[in-house]
């Protein structure tokens, strides 16, 4: 591992993070707080990890907007975004009350505590279960519910969720947290603590290299190759490089098996989802990278 370029992206976001949070206000298109982030990151010579995700209320995860995307920022609003350099990689998240609502607080403080306590336990050979515990317990102290189907993950170089997951409830297994990086991501709600699919979120990944016939579709496809890897992208990315032809080829190279295309993941009953996310470096101790 680099830990010079891990600790520079972790710099740009926690400067970020800084920067964009008194932006954010009810009614700011979600496109303009998501191109101010993205455009942030490479002035401050990072990359984008993955298309920043502003997902609201029930909507948990994988919410980016379109290119011509009109929603405005409202209620819970769920702010996810990664910095790269060279591949190396942040990751972090937080969450925004833009009703003054007394159970929107509640929940962000959940799940910022659940962050804060399971940081505390993460060390160098402790069962990652533990880890989950402490979240499980701490936003359940608060009465509300830990999402168990999202879980934080392993980082590796060009590889946002790779090897161990850190799991939101406590669990059977037992896995210890080893050397490496981790990104921990408490999601708490006031619903039954799973989410499922939703729409389709324009949010892709690349899986297969395999030739495809459409010419702008290869052409498409070696772009993706050059500038993301094995990173997610997003609809919205390539249409300000191609213009709109580019959903088309989109489309294409996700029927030829190319890509797969995630799904906005909601909460099931339909309620609401706080987030909070830091980055660690577990050596011989923990560096919140991101803070």
Known sequence: MNKEKILHAGEIAKEIKDWIKPIIKKGVPLLEIAEKIESKIFE?????????????????????????????????????????????????????????SDENAELIEASEKALENAIKVAQKDVAISDIGKEIQDTIEDYNFLPVINLSGHEMMQY?????????????????????????IEPF???GNGK?????????????????????????????????????????????KEFGTKALFALKQLEKNGNLHHFAQLVEKSGSKVSQAEDTILVDEKVIVTTR
């Open 195 to 239: 989410v499922h699919d939703g729409k389709p979120s324009g949010i892709y990944v690349l899986i297969d290299e395999k030739n495809i016939r459409n010419p702008d579709a290869r052409k498409i496809l070696g772009f993706i190759l050059e500038n993301y890897k094995t990173l997610p992208f997003c609809s919205r990315w390539l249409v």
């Open 188 to 190: 708490a709600t006031n």
């Open 159 to 183: 590889d946002l969720h790779a090897g161990s997951v850190i799991p939101n409830i406590e669990n059977e297994k037992n896995k210890i947290l080893k050397e490496g990086l981790y990104a």
């Open 44 to 100: 401050l010579g990072g990359v984008p990890a993955f298309p920043v995700n502003l997902s609201i209320n029930e909507v948990a995860a994988h919410y980016t907007p379109s290119h011509d995307d009109k929603t405005l920022a409202s209620g819970l609003l769920k702010v996810d975004f990664g910095v790269h350099v060279e591949g190396w990689l942040s990751d972090t998240a937080f969450s925004v009350d833009l009703e003054d």
